[in-house]
């Protein structure tokens, strides 16, 4: 097990910031890479090689293990397990391997059987594991790229053994029972859920994005010696966004740093436009003015007052800077929001829609004609919808859109002309004609009211200080989900994150 480098570390305790952004493969693409890499190599090299990288890094992460327990399915992601089990049983471990009787192998696969057999592993065809303890390990071998449909039979059964183990366990290049591109499970309480996933040769997107997260635990990565200029990815992940973070030079002032119109808070809803103006503030941007739709309240946020206060007949006055500014609207816009969209897509020069500014443009045709327009003039925008406002605007249910993000998110954008930034796990950012991100930050504690209008606010705050579109909207997402990373690691248990908090967090975030 020595003459490459060990498995890198992609999220989790340790991940490496990566000095360019990780690229995403589709099953498609990654097939592609395996079969050039294959032509210029010998037999069976690529096996050899994963099966080494997943033996090392069972026994970097399970370094006490004394057994361990590998189910190896019929194709080459069973190859790989067989090989690791065989590098493992020679490196001083007992490792049982449950293999499917009277499974045709393939060659490649049958001769990494063969090794394990002369390495001393114990072939079994029955799915009851070995005596395990709890610092012993499981190895998820059974599909990788191959699988089409849900698990049945033998392979069902084997998933379940796996997730009712005692041990934790790490999969190979996918939990078994994950769609490789969309991050969705075929079936129901049918995919393996590992404490660490290892992807080898390429990272699939469905790793990071709609469920594959809660199912591929911590992510690791070998790219089994084939070098790869990320040409033919599918998407890339957005892991390290530091560079991206705008200057502020000495002799600059607050109108070097843009202004921020926040246009929301109707009657009832006048929190969310406090907290998306609030956010905004705390990014950066130079000055700050909340326009609250509800007439009713002449003051709020007293604590904050920095944020100016305007009234909504300000947005018609031509001496308000809407065509230099940026402008978000839509946070607890509700009804009301929608009369003031002409006007604002007429005008911004920045504009950010969000929540029910989405819903309105979904539910009127001549507003999404006037956006596009809007978008033929040059003018800059940014969607963030969540997977609901999305399916929306693109006429289809919420299933649709979950069952593939990716594709949504590119969808949406060419429809608007405009980056998107698909909200949920994994979030999607997409830009018309150009590779998807996903973002590799954020938690659950995130479900919370709110914050989907503090990254809102957050978005427009930074972009407003000078960022290119794509860059605000990626370094928006990923900081506002590392803030609550940050936050879930100081809690004891897990928990909803405040969006008022959330602010606070972010604060920090920017000052470390």
Not at 206 to 229: C, P, Q, Y
Not at 235 to 263: I, M, Q, Y
């Amino acid at each position: 097990m020595a003459g490459r480098a060990a498995p890198t570390p992609v999220t989790g305790a340790g991940a490496v910031a990566a000095t360019t952004p990780w690229p995403l493969h589709d099953a498609l693409a990654s097939r592609a890479l395996e079969h050039a890499a294959a032509r210029g190599l010998e037999p069976h090299t690529l096996m050899a090689r994963a099966g080494d990288a997943v033996a090392r890094l069972a026994l970097a992460l399970a370094p006490h293990a004394q057994r361990i327990w590998v189910i190896a399915g019929p194709g080459n992601n069973g190859g790989d397990g067989l090989e690791a089990a065989a590098c493992l049983q020679r490196a001083g471990k007992q490792v049982s391997v449950s293999l499917q009787a009277d499974t045709p192998l393939p060659s490649d696969a049958a001769a990494s059987l063969a090794r394990a057999c002369a390495a001393g592993a114990t072939i079994q065809a029955t799915l009851a594991p070995p005596s395990l303890g709890s610092s012993d390990l499981a190895i998820d071998a059974l599909f990788g790229l191959g699988l089409k449909r849900a698990p049945q039979a033998w392979a069902l059964q084997a998933i379940t053994a796996l997730n009712r183990s005692l041990v934790p366990v790490l999969a190979i290049d996918l939990p078994s029972g994950l769609h490789a591109d969309h991050g969705t499970v075929f079936a129901s309480a049918a995919a393996v859920h590992a404490r660490w996933t290892l992807g080898v040769l390429t990272l699939k997107p469905g790793l990071f994005t709609a469920e594959g997260r809660d199912h591929a635990g911590a992510i690791w990565f070998d790219g089994l010696g084939v070098s790869d200029d990320g040409a033919s990815a599918t998407a890339c992940l957005s892991s390290d966004t530091n560079a991206l973070w705008p200057s502020r030079r000495h002799a600059e002032h607050k109108g070097s740093f843009g202004d921020v119109w926040a246009v929301g808070g109707a009657p009832g809803m006048a929190g969310a436009a406090v907290l998306c103006a609030r956010a905004a503030s705390t990014a950066g941007a130079g000055r700050v003015h909340l326009v609250v739709l509800d007439s009713g309240l002449a003051a709020l946020d007293s604590a904050r007052p920095e944020l100016m206060l305007r009234n909504a007949a300000s947005l018609h006055a031509r001496s308000t800077a809407l065509e230099d500014g940026t402008v978000v609207c839509g946070c607890g816009g509700g009804d009301a929001v929608r009369s003031w969209l002409p006007l604002l897509m007429a005008r911004a020069g920045r504009l950010l829609l969000d929540a029910d500014a989405l819903n309105a443009v979904a539910a009127d045709a001549s507003l999404l004609r006037q956006w596009t327009l809007r978008a033929a003039r040059g003018r800059p925008g940014i969607l963030t919808p969540h997977p609901l406002e999305a399916a929306r605007l693109l006429g289809c249910g919420t299933a649709a859109v979950q069952s593939d993000r990716l594709g949504a998110a590119r969808e949406l954008a060419a429809l608007c002309h405009a980056v998107v930034v698909l909200k949920g796990s994994g979030t999607v950012i997409a830009a018309p004609g150009e590779k998807p991100w996903i973002n590799a930050s954020g938690n659950a504690a995130l479900a919370s009211a709110g914050t989907g209008d503090v990254l809102a606010g957050w978005i427009a705050g930074l972009w407003s200080q000078g960022l290119a579109t794509i860059d605000a909207a990626r370094l928006g997402a990923h900081s506002h989900g590392a803030a609550a990373d940050d936050w879930q690691a100081g809690q004891r248990h897990p928990g909803a994150l405040p969006a008022s908090a959330l602010i606070d967090e972010l604060r920090r975030l920017r000052a470390a």
